[in-house]
T-cell receptor
Framework: NAGVTQTPKFQVLKTGQSMTLQCAQD?????MYWYRQDPGMGLRLIYY???????DKGEVPNGYNVSRLNKREFSLRLESAAPSQTSVYFC?????????????FGPGTRLTVL | AQKITQTQPGMFVQEKEAVTLDCTYD???????LFWYKQPSSGEMIFLIY??????QNATEGRYSLNFQKARKSANLVISASQLGDSAMYFC???????????????FGQGTELSVKP
């Protein structure tokens, strides 16, 4: 079991470029999440998908779009990257959305926008 | 609104001693979950321990225990017999109750950086 995998691990973009961050989980989880981590701010939720076919905005969705491709995969797209989107991006998954369900995280993608 | 507060930006502990990392939370919901994650310098987020709001006993996982004081809204992490490998950032998080159990989101504190001295 690989758990939650993310690609790429590192990425440098120029302002205005677009890219897609990929995430996949092999734990048969229903719910998936995208967070960003900025220095000194903990993690903040960007978007989440409670189940296949549904997506919802989190705390900081502006500038991002997501696609729940199937049960395993949840991608995050930056249409026109801005320096303010320089951050570490984490994907996570959980069995369901209940308060007791543990979220398991991928290794993260470190994104720099110049 | 739900909120998690970790007031200790950094802490030091001597190897083999116990250490307590503080976490307080704010919520008006009766049903919620509290989590602790470890983030070593390599960057990954590692789940450590979970406490449910209705659990009467404090959660324990090996050397980790969660000191849950519901009336004070605190969920402190206790690490016993600290090891050098415990040096990392530690995050407290609360699972926001979700409507119809869909997409319960984690709200994170700002973290505490623990350094274990040999």
């Amino acid at each position: 079991n690989a758990g939650v995998t993310q690609t790429p691990k590192f990425q440098v973009l120029k302002t205005g470029q677009s890219m897609t961050l990929q995430c996949a989980q092999d734990m048969n989880h229903n719910s998936m999440y995208w967070y960003r981590q900025d220095p000194g701010m903990g993690l903040r939720l960007i978007y989440y998908s409670a189940s296949e076919g549904t997506t919802d905005k989190g705390e900081v969705p502006n500038g991002y779009n997501v696609s729940r491709l199937n049960k395993r995969e949840f991608s995050l797209r930056l249409e026109s990257a801005a320096p303010s989107q320089t951050s570490v991006y984490f994907c996570a998954s959980s069995d369901a959305g209940g308060h007791a369900d543990t979220q398991y995280f991928g290794p993260g993608t470190r994104l720099t926008v110049l | 609104a739900q909120k998690i507060t970790q007031t200790q930006p950094g802490m030091f502990v001597q190897e083999k001693e116990a250490v307590t990392l503080d976490c307080t939370y704010d919520t008006s919901d009766q049903s919620y979950g509290l989590f602790w994650y470890k983030q070593p310098s390599s960057g990954e987020m590692i789940f450590l321990i979970y406490q449910g709001s209705y659990d009467e006993q404090n959660a324990t996982e090996g050397r980790y225990s969660l000191n849950f004081q519901k009336a004070r809204k605190s969920a402190n992490l206790v690490i016993s017999a600290s090891q050098l490998g415990d040096s990392a950032m530690y995050f407290c998080a609360m699972r926001e109750p979700s409507i119809e159990y869909q997409g319960g989101k984690l709200i994170f504190g700002q973290g505490t950086e623990l350094s274990v001295k040999p």
